[in-house]
């Protein structure tokens, strides 16, 4: 089985539910496994004490050149770091990279109305095979989604996008976004389903906060690409991952095309 787990939020800023995700992780070293992070927070937290103001657009980052070197400096160096060292002392044999590493995701930057996003990037190829090898060679990547621009520079990429052009790419079984609520919310309570229509309505309607839309138009492209089983959830204690990769439970809310 092939499984992409994009993580976020308090999950990867706790230090006690990332050493619980790290050990789960040791029950599924017989799978396939990517993990891609964000780290969202952080970055403002850090432009904020260099008295910088975080700015953002549909739910997306507005990126100039002072903001992506912070990004970078954050999401490849500190928090990537953070998690690989979890997962290392738990005993998994976890590999830190950034999309600009060996050319691991490529990106052009972003067309239209996101072109106004400053330098974000839209992922057009990932190195599928690289990840193959190191999954194969007993490797568990660990994903910045910063990404190599067409010279070579830095862009950035939303890591709900990395995450769903990784598992469409790499021909994942899986993928499971974990944030801090538990899936789509309507009424305060997950939405067990969605498909296509019922996204576009929550995202026309704006039901679907700004966090939310990229993180589902993102699901709808992977469940459209052929990834079996999207879900939107979050961490619901040490047997969240046994739920759902071995028991087949859809904690959260799954997304189909």
């Known amino acids: 089985m092939r499984v992409v787990i994009k993580v976020t939020g308090k999950l990867i800023e706790e230090p006690d539910l990332l050493r619980e995700l ?3 992780l040791r029950d599924f070293r017989r799978e396939e496994v990517v993990l891609v992070h964000g780290g ?6 850090m432009l904020r004490r260099l008295g910088l103001q975080p700015q953002f657009r549909a739910g997306q980052r507005v990126t100039d050149e002072a903001t992506l070197e912070v ?12 998690i690989v060292a979890a997962l290392v002392e738990a005993g998994i044999p976890a590999l ?9 995701l490529r990106a052009q930057r972003a067309s239209g ?6 330098l974000v990037g839209e992922i057009h190829e990932v190195r599928a095979a690289l990840l193959r090898s190191l999954c194969a060679a007993g490797f568990l990547p660990v994903i910045s989604p910063i990404s190599s ?4 520079s830095a862009l950035n990429v939303n890591a709900d996008w990395a995450a769903a052009k990784i598992a469409a790419a790499w021909q994942g079984d899986c993928l499971l976004y974990f944030g801090d609520t538990p899936g789509v919310l309507a009424d305060g309570r997950p939405v067990p389903e969605l498909d296509g229509a019922e996204v576009a309505q929550l995202i026309r309607s704006g039901q679907a906060d700004r966090g939310m839309i990229p993180k589902l138009q993102s699901a709808l492209y992977a469940s459209a690409a052929g990834v079996e089983r999207v879900l939107i959830l979050s961490w619901a204690g040490t047997d969240t991952l046994e739920r759902v990769l071995k028991r087949g439970e859809n904690l959260g809310t799954r997304v189909r095309q």
Do not use: H, Q, T, Y
């Open 40 to 45: 969202g927070p952080a970055i403002s937290e």
């Open 149 to 152: 621009g067409p010279d070579g």
């Open 96 to 104: 830190g990279l950034s999309g600009r590493d060996a050319g691991l």
């Open 22 to 24: 790290a050990c789960s």
């Open 71 to 82: 990004a970078e400096m954050v999401l490849s160096g500190k928090m990537n770091k953070a």
């Open 113 to 118: 109305e996101d072109e106004k996003l400053g």
